[in-house]
């Protein structure tokens, strides 16, 4: 199958990731017959200079850049598979979706603030700051000119995170995720999709709003709307989509209690607090789970 060009390989990750990015000139020089130009290509908060013979070989080297240095951070995903066996434009927040299911750990991005900033003298916008929890006890930070690009760039943190400490993750209560996706091949994002939803205990509404348009809706709450060169395609965007922004739950038997208390207030959306009462001869916790709900448990 023949490879796509740098320049529409950004274009397509900038799409799919919901990421600003812009193609600058900033300068042109040498003699009428040897024209240099240089292209500033900018990618969320990071630039790339190509300078060719021509504008347009210009952008395409800038573009490689860009392309290698993306490739460089997203190989924390690979996770020891084949490198063939991965969509390498897969968004980073789907990728730790999927280690979440598969790994039974909790995920929730929270926003921290927002703030007006000026990116040149005739554009501003809103910077938005978001913090990724991983667990009980890591969280990751992540900034971004939209929501969808600052959670990425929490989810890129935990990935490394994963990544660079495979053999010091016992806090997560887990098994790393190295031998996870050995025993079979990756599920499709609609397949992902219909076992949150049962996780959830929510049903999948879909609805065509023309033949190459596909929309779902679960429950009350979550909706992903998505178009494609074909209706496949189409569904598969939408899941893509759902995936990113339903929550990351999983209630089999087997998981241990704290997890499944995390879990249960992370659905419901209220606080939960551990509180140690006594240290003595047995341990006594407190649990306060929102404003209403209090529990306490000893053990040695």
């Known amino acids: 199958m023949q490879r796509i ?12 990731n919901k990421i600003f990015f812009e193609y600058q000139l900033e300068k042109e020089f040498g003699p009428v017959h040897r024209k240099m130009y240089t292209v500033r290509l900018y990618v969320d908060d990071k630039s790339y200079v190509g300078t060719e013979h021509s504008i347009n070989s210009a952008k395409y080297a800038a573009a490689q850049l860009a392309l290698n240095d993306y490739h460089n951070s997203i190989n924390i995903n690979n996770y020891g598979q084949d490198n063939s066996q991965i969509n390498e434009f897969q968004s980073p927040t789907v990728t730790l979706n999927i280690w979440s299911i598969q790994n039974h750990i909790s995920i929730r991005y929270v926003l921290l603030n927002q703030q007006f900033k000026s990116k040149s003298t ?10 990724l929890y991983l667990g009980h006890n890591s969280y990751f930070d992540g900034h971004g000119y939209t929501h969808q690009q600052a959670r990425t760039k929490c989810a890129l943190g935990a990935l490394l995170f994963l990544r660079q400490n495979q053999r010091s993750t016992q806090h997560l209560n887990v098994p790393f995720l190295s031998n ?4 079979r091949p990756p599920k499709s994002d609609i397949s992902l999709m219909y076992e949150r939803a049962k996780q959830l205990g929510h049903t999948i509404h879909i609805t065509f709003d023309d033949p190459l348009t596909v929309t779902y809706v679960i429950g009350e709450n979550y909706s992903a709307t998505a178009k494609g060169s074909t209706q496949q395609t189409a569904k598969q965007l939408a899941a893509r989509k759902m995936l990113e922004i339903l929550p990351s739950t999983n209630i089999q038997r ?25 240290d003595k001869e047995n341990y006594t916790y407190q649990i306060r789970f929102g404003d209403n709900d209090v529990a306490e448990g000893y053990g040695k």
């Open 180 to 183: 996870a996706r050995k025993q």
């Open 5 to 16: 060009s740098p320049i529409k390989a950004i274009y397509n990750l900038a799409q799919r």
């Open 254 to 278: 087997k998981l241990n209690p704290i997890t499944r208390i995390y879990q249960s207030a992370q659905l419901r959306q209220v606080k939960i607090e551990f509180i140690q009462l006594t």
């Open 122 to 131: 005739n554009q501003s916008c809103i910077l938005f700051y978001y913090r």
